[in-house]
């Protein structure tokens, strides 16, 4: 260990033990434009790796370059472990003997341990762009008590750091760079006197102290509490129960202050309000459900705008991506996502993430794509028992969250606890510890790695074939075959009665499959979802036509023209004509030309993938007799004359689909239903043919549930 890094604290920190188990960093891949539409997503969960000697995650944070450290519990200390940029691995940590110690990232993209000791407030800060942290500084003396310590920097350096000390007074110091001095404390507000009653008291406790610092160096701060009951267990007094919550600003080039005063945006009863600087200058803020901003300059905050995301146990999170939308990731009856548009200035609809999670495990990080990872501990049950808790996490973006992924094992009677950052090659690093019933702990690593080009059918981004369609109430349907994850189907909602969807295939080039959705009046969207995903409704579109019922199906089967770009088909109802819609590779479809005429004596088209292994995509019709029969693709869009595939076949049968590889031995096979709601499988023989039916695995109590398979 270099004795810079030695230095870190003076006597506060000691070297232990190295953490092994660091991923390397040839598992990252770096995003690039995939024909000219679109950044190549995150890759898929790689298997976890072991992080020897840690037995808890206490945080998990990265710099301006990717660095990331944390603060861990390792042999009963507390110790700072930091995976530098450009090596992939961690370096020997170092224990952190300053109790009450916090790791904060700012705004200028850097890191700082932040401790009280002695009646000293100190800070350790590693630079936007470095990879091991300064020596230790004084920020401030005679400080009686330092409680909620709070540090901020914007882009340009300036930083202010407050507390509330052991006389109940806000206070805070600042300076206009890294290298400049500190100001003397400036105490600001005080709490209030307890509230003394004949028999009772109560006292004021701090809730929430929340600093921030925008663009043109304008700080804010929202800081209070309320009073309660401290008595002997006496009926309290409920007149006695107030909310004490100020708003207080030291406008750009001001040498003072503002004096605090209320601020109603926050409501009656504040509680893990968020304060942060809004990217377009000012601030915004996040409580109680309602969100607000103050323009750069302006005198007053605008009105609260309802998003249905607040704090619980720990604050709701302000996230800006790289082109300016603001995503707040908080608590909504769950774990819930909100994103509000730089462009249109109004917020999309809430994504609500796991239900029974634990609302102080959640963590999350913004890659620079602008993808959103989530990280949670989720309670598991069976027979209303919770059996273990499970290290999840999901990715949000474009509008659509992708499948929940348990990280950690599925071992009965663990526990698992963790956080995620995002590391220098843009991908999300997970660290999660995973104590066992028998009290015995573990700790892992896991991130993302390159993505290859999708398999036909696979949405849930585990290389398998999955099953997708309608369910007979309101939501879409996903049926997995990852069965290293506890819930194989994952559904998004509220989708109406009669909408049909169509798996696509990779539409916009970021390596993961797309949907076309017709919904019941006619209009016909194109939706890119996230990888390992499901659009919502309402999540961001591109409309193919208002209205296409006069198209009785409309089906893909992957690429018709040989370019490596999907296409769609459609059938008129009336004529029974074939029209291809070709991918322009501009972000839509060529002009239809009609390429087969008069199918109407078919009862079921089908797109059925790629099955002899060309390369292109073929199509099954089942005609009313029950003779099943298979149109191989050429790479002109057009078709080859038909070729009998089975004889009296589907005639009991309400869905059939050409599901991609389903029984991985990769091969595209078919997966049909019957009207008792059973289902079986044809495997693909690589040929164009398929082998006898075989049931499914799951029972028809499950599949009833169901509209329709796609």
Known sequence: ??????????????????????????????????????????????APKGLAGVSQVMDLKSSGNGTVA?????????????????????????VVSAPGAVLQRTDDGALSLVWWADGTLRM????????????????????????????????????????????????????????????EPVRLDRLPEPIVRPDNTYDYRLRDLRLAVATDGALGVIWGGNSYYTGDGVDPDESAYQWYYKYLEKPAGAGAWTTPRDLPQLGGKPGTVTLAAHPQGGFHLLSMDGYARKAAGAADWGPAESVGI??????????????????????GGGPTVATRSAATGSWGARLGLGSYVESESLSSGLTPSGALVVTYTQKRFEHSRTVRRDFVTQTVAAGSASKPRTLSTLTDGSTSVGRVAVDDKGRPLAVWTQKA????????????????LPKWHDYADDTRADILGLSRSDSMNLFTQDTANPLRTF?????????????????????????????????????TPVCGGLPMPGSPYKRLASDWRKYDTLLASGDQTGDGRPDLLARDAASGDIYLYAHDGKGGFQPRVRIRSGWTGYQRVIGAGDLNGDGIGDVLALDRSGE??????????????????????????????????????GRHDLVSRDSSDRLWLNAGKGTGSFANRVPAAETPTYWKSWESLA
């Not at 019933?437 to 690593?445: V, Y």
């Not at 009669?498 to 959705?517: H, S, Y």
């Not at 050429?634 to 029984?663: C, H, M």
């Open 491 to 527: 559904q998004t909602r509220p989708w109406a009665d009669g909408t049909k969807a169509v798996p696509f295939g990779d539409f916009d080039g970021d390596r993961c499959n797309d949907l076309i959705v017709r919904l019941p009046g006619g209009e016909t969207r194109l939706y």
């Open 628 to 665: 099943l029969w298979r149109y191989d693709g050429l790479r002109t869009g057009r078709l080859k004359d038909r070729v009998l595939v089975f004889k009296d076949w589907g005639g009991s049968y309400e869905d059939v689909i050409g599901a991609g590889d389903v029984n991985g031995d």
């Open 1 to 46: 260990m270099t004795s810079r890094f030695r230095a870190l604290l003076g006597s506060a920190l000691v070297p232990v033990l190295v953490l092994a188990g660091g991923v390397g960093a040839s598992g990252a891949h770096a995003a690039s434009a995939v024909s000219g539409t679109a950044v190549v997503g995150l890759g898929p969960w790689g």
């Open 124 to 183: 350790s800060r590693l630079a936007p762009d470095g990879t091991v942290f300064g020596p230790a500084e004084d920020i401030a003396t005679g400080v009686p008590k330092a409680q909620s310590v709070t540090l901020v920097a914007n882009a340009s350096g300036r930083q202010a750091l407050a507390w509330m000390d052991g006389e109940r007074w806000l206070t805070v110091v600042e300076r206009s760079g890294p290298q400049a001095a500190w100001s």
């Open 310 to 331: 607040s704090g619980d146990t720990t604050p709701a999170e302000l996230l800006t991506a790289p082109n300016g939308d603001v995503t707040a990731i908080g608590w």
């Open 437 to 452: 019933a028998d009290g015995s702990t573990a700790a892992f690593t896991a991130t993302t790695g390159t993505r290859s």
């Open 70 to 94: 944390g603060l861990f519990k390792q042999g009963g200390e507390t110790v700072l472990a930091v995976r530098a940029a450009g090596s992939g691995a961690w370096q020997t940590a170092t």
